[in-house]
């Protein structure tokens, strides 16, 4: 018998395997089904700054400037229609639904007066919250530096509102990820998902139009967040989360292994299903059995760079069979 659970943030889930922000987790009915189907947590679908500095305009700061058109035709194309009252009521039935932790998702770019918007998603009883960081430097003349200082602002600006726990899912592209990772902490992270997957964006040549280019991710993306929680494994004071890639038993295992506490999934319940929980449950608990693992205590974080026989292979190494090809 194996023992599935762990500890996420100060919670208790069931199984490692948390469905992430989504058109799946975008109602209580939906939370439901996931839960139903053996999650072990759920990320509710992300409510966009933009959302909420529109609802608590009149209640907040009155120089806020209206939307540009282009602003709320993209809003509504990406089907962000739903009010932040809509919002706080999905968090109450989602809680009332089901017996697994509910997470909020907040998507923010800007640090403003939206960030007390958090205290209220703490009231209605979501269990933790997970901020999605979209933070694009587009400025030939920004300074990494100060990048990196506005999103600690935006880390700090809602933990400071919250006594709930708050991840917060980043994206690769940081000059130090290790120093990112511990200013991020440092400013009230209780938990990283490494890492986000941006829009795959294509051009058709046919008709000169932008597209989306795999919209699904694939197992060949893991590699990034494989190498980063190997690296960051028990150097920052906070728990990892696998995040980008992870469709099967496999995945999750090798995430696991490397350090996280959890991963999160998405893209392989679209194109298998949502039976697709239970068959990596299933697949763990089969691998666990085959190696003689009672719970994931057992074998969490062995190999990572930390408790790694040759940490190399998550360094210079990796460079350097590159270089010199494949053997």
């Known amino acids: 018998m194996v023992n599935l659970a762990t500890k996420y943030m100060g919670l208790t889930l069931k199984n490692p395997v948390i469905v992430s922000s989504s058109s799946l987790t975008h109602s209580a009915e939906g939370v439901k089904r996931c839960a139903d189907a053996g999650a072990g947590a759920v990320v509710l679908k992300s409510l966009f700054e933009e959302q909420i500095r529109a609802d608590v305009k009149e209640l907040s700061d009155k120089s806020i400037p209206s939307f540009h058109t282009e602003e709320l035709d993209y809003l509504r194309q990406m089907g962000m229609n739903i009010s932040a009252d809509d919002y706080l009521k999905i968090i109450e039935e989602?809680?009332?639904?089901?017996?697994?932790?509910?997470?909020?998702?907040?998507?923010?770019?800007?640090?403003?007066?939206?960030?007390?918007?958090?205290?209220?998603?703490?009231?209605v009883g979501a269990d933790a919250i997970e901020l999605n960081i979209a933070v694009m430097p587009k400025q030939f003349d920004e300074d990494p530096e100060k990048?990196?200082?506005?999103?600690?602002?935006?880390?700090?600006?809602?933990?400071?509102?919250?006594?709930?726990?708050?991840?917060?899912?980043?994206?690769?592209?940081?000059?130090?990820?290790?120093?990112?990772?511990?200013?991020?902490?440092?400013?009230?992270?209780?938990?990283?998902?490494?890492?986000?997957?941006?829009?795959?964006?294509?051009?058709?040549?046919?008709?000169?139009?932008?597209?989306?280019?795999?919209?699904?991710?694939?197992?060949?993306?893991?590699?990034?967040?494989?190498?980063?929680?190997?690296?960051?494994y028990q150097q920052?004071?906070?728990?990892?989360?696998?995040?980008?890639?992870?469709?099967?038993?496999?995945?999750?295992?090798?995430?696991?292994?490397?350090?996280?506490?959890?991963?999160?999934?998405?893209?392989?319940?679209?194109?298998?299903?949502?039976?697709?929980?239970?068959?990596?449950?299933?697949?763990?608990?089969?691998?666990?059995?085959?190696?003689?693992?009672?719970?994931?205590?057992?074998?969490?974080?062995?190999?990572?760079?930390?408790?790694?026989?040759?940490?190399?292979y998550f360094e210079r190494q990796q460079y350097i069979r590159a270089l010199v090809g494949i053997d």
């Open 147 to 232: 990048i990196e200082k506005h999103i600690i602002n935006i880390i700090s600006g809602v933990k400071k509102n919250v006594n709930i726990p708050l991840a917060v899912k980043l994206g690769p592209y940081f000059t130090s990820m290790p120093r990112m990772a511990k200013s991020a902490r440092k400013a009230g992270a209780s938990a990283l998902v490494l890492f986000n997957r941006f829009y795959q964006t294509d051009i058709d040549i046919n008709t000169l139009a932008h597209t989306s280019k795999n919209k699904f991710s694939s197992p060949l993306e893991m590699s990034h967040s494989l190498r980063w929680i190997s690296l960051l």
């Open 94 to 123: 989602s809680k009332e639904a089901v017996d697994i932790p509910v997470i909020a998702s907040l998507n923010c770019v800007t640090s403003d007066r939206w960030m007390e918007f958090a205290k209220y998603i703490e009231a």
């Open 236 to 312: 920052i004071g906070c728990p990892l989360v696998g995040n980008t890639g992870i469709h099967d038993g496999e995945g999750a295992i090798k995430m696991l292994l490397v350090g996280a506490r959890a991963v999160e999934i998405c893209s392989t319940l679209f194109i298998h299903g949502l039976g697709q929980i239970q068959v990596i449950l299933d697949e763990i608990e089969r691998w666990m059995k085959e190696k003689y693992y009672g719970s994931i205590d057992d074998f969490n974080g062995i190999m990572s760079q930390k408790n790694s026989k040759n940490p190399e």
